[in-house]
């Protein structure tokens, strides 16, 4: 069977054609799960889930003869019954042969969907080819991105200008999971459905990085490296110039270093915040920081952001790798 766009197997469907076998595949992850749940929920319409729906995942070694005698039982109170069997591209030389055994003689009452995160044609089986109706789930991009995210906003009950979709997709990668929680926070942004704008974008962004590097200074400040370089990663995957973050690194650090200090000189929490200019609770977290290291390891670790400051401005190394090792090197023990 030839490769369908989306468009097309939708259109099947509505003509009434239901396919015994489908396979979507590809690098976006989101898209597979998206239109697999949207053609289950099309094929089910009202019939009851609990006795016609199934879902096995081969990367979790749920056993594919189970999830193939599944598809061969007759549904319950419905016209078909759906199996749903994730990562494809993990099942073993053997299992290729059940498989092929089961789609060209398949249950004319279930229908088998099947994803798989291989984006070359050539890794799976001919008989794959031959009896899927197959839908490609490749990464979007240009207009069929911007597209992607009017329908998404639109279906929230809002509208969107092309100027806020432009500078949406100029703040995020072209991760889909990722826009749809940023899409989620303007909706929530705007308040009653409405117009998102390229001022609501600006805004939530800004609020959005905000909080980020607050995060990345409680991680730091904890010694946590796995939710330090997450921060990091985000930041800079929202657009944070990399001399932005590395500033605040050592800001933080010069903060924690010259409370460190000042506490050592008998001063009191208010004293010390008004000294650094520095809101009493934000003082009061800062404190407690800079209270689980010594004195000469903050020295250490100052000067040690602050050689990876100088680092930054004065090479070529990629300013990830350097943000990166800083991180590890902060957030090693005492």
């Given amino acids: 069977m030839p490769r369908l766009a989306i468009a097309d197997l939708w259109r099947r469907l509505d003509q009434g054609t239901i396919d015994p076998f489908y396979l979507f595949f590809g690098q976006e992850a989101y898209l597979i799960r998206e ?32 999830a193939l005698g599944t598809a061969r039982t007759l549904p319950v109170m419905a016209m078909y019954r759906v199996v749903v069997v994730q990562d494809l591209q993990e099942l073993r030389k ?76 100029q703040d995020h990668d072209p991760d889909l999971r990722i826009l749809e929680r940023e899409i989620e926070k303007l909706c929530t942004y705007v308040g009653e459905p409405g117009e998102v704008s390229l001022e609501d974008v600006q805004a939530v962004g800004q609020a959005s990085r905000q909080h980020s590097l607050f995060a990345l200074s409680d991680a730091l400040g904890g010694r946590q490296p796995g939710p330090a370089l997450l921060e990091v990663d985000h930041l800079l995957n929202q657009g944070e110039p990399p001399l932005v973050v590395m500033s605040m ?21 208010y004293r010390i915040a008004k000294t650094l200019r520095l809101p009493p609770n934000v ?10 290291f010594s004195a000469e390891r903050l020295q250490e670790l100052y000067g040690a952001a602050l050689e990876a400051d100088l680092t930054f401005k004065s090479t070529n190394k990629p300013p990830r790798t350097i943000l990166e090792g800083l991180v590890l090197q902060l957030c090693a023990g005492v």
């Avoid at 929920?41 to 889930?49: S, Y």
């Fill in 35 to 66: 239109y697999t749940e949207t053609l289950t929920a099309r094929i089910l319409g009202v019939a009851p889930r609990d006795f016609n729906y199934d879902r096995y995942a081969m990367a979790d070694r749920d056993s594919l003869a189970e």
């Fill in 94 to 169: 053997a299992d290729w042969k059940l498989l092929e055994g089961y789609v060209t003689s398949p249950s004319e009452s279930t229908a088998l969907i099947a994803g798989s995160r291989d984006s070359e044609p050539k890794k799976s089986p001919d008989f794959v080819w031959k009896h899927a109706a197959a839908v490609a789930c490749a990464p979007l991009d240009g207009g069929n991105l911007r597209g992607w995210v009017a329908k998404a906003v639109t279906e929230a009950g809002y509208s969107i200008t092309d100027q806020a979709i432009r500078g949406l997709l």
């Fill in 249 to 269: 690194i050592v800001r933080h650090f010069r903060l924690l270093w010259t409370i460190k200090q000042l506490a050592g000189q008998d001063q009191d929490r």
């Fill in 283 to 292: 003082c009061r977290t800062l404190m407690a920081q800079s209270g689980s």
